[in-house]
């Protein structure tokens, strides 16, 4: 599969927006780093996103999540490694990115009202915006990941 554009150097304003919007994410205080990474992931998978998949997959190594963990965020309903709150962010991902399906289902969306506060919640959901559209960006010009040897 080769790149179809180099989509930061054809519109470098376009993705200087979508970078300053993953700098508040960074640096928010209403993001766990465990969570960003689990649902970064769980949403690039989703998307078929192997350029994501590989840059989420090496942070949430770095940042000490577990390696059973990252391979199982894939089938997080049949593995009994993740807590009632990671699975209500899951569950919240999954039906943020599969948008077009229908909106998030009340239970759903309780489920993460008991585990997070509205601020989290709209910071999480705004993380799931950015990933998505990172998601559509990389599979849509095909960028490339890097190949570790």
């Known amino acids: 599969m080769t790149e179809r554009l180099d989509f930061s150097a054809a519109a470098p304003d376009a993705i200087k927006a979508v970078y300053a919007v993953e700098s508040y994410l960074a640096q928010s205080p209403d993001i766990a780093r465990p969570d960003l990474h689990l649902l ?17 997959t090496k942070e949430a190594r770095n940042d000490q999540v577990s390696e059973q963990k990252i391979a199982l965020v894939c089938v997080w309903r049949e593995s009994t490694l993740f807590n009632a709150k990671e699975r209500a962010l899951l569950a919240w991902t999954e039906e943020m990115t ?31 915006t950015q990933i998505n559209v990172w998601n559509r960006l990389a599979v849509g010009f095909r960028m490339q990941h890097p190949t570790d040897n």
């Open 40 to 56: 970064k992931l769980r949403a690039s998978q989703i998307n078929g996103c192997a350029y994501c998949i590989d840059k989420h």
């Open 98 to 128: 599969n948008i077009s399906k229908g909106c998030p289902s009340d239970k759903t969306y309780d489920a993460m009202r008991a585990h997070y506060s509205d601020a989290e919640l709209v910071s999480l959901s705004v993380a799931i």
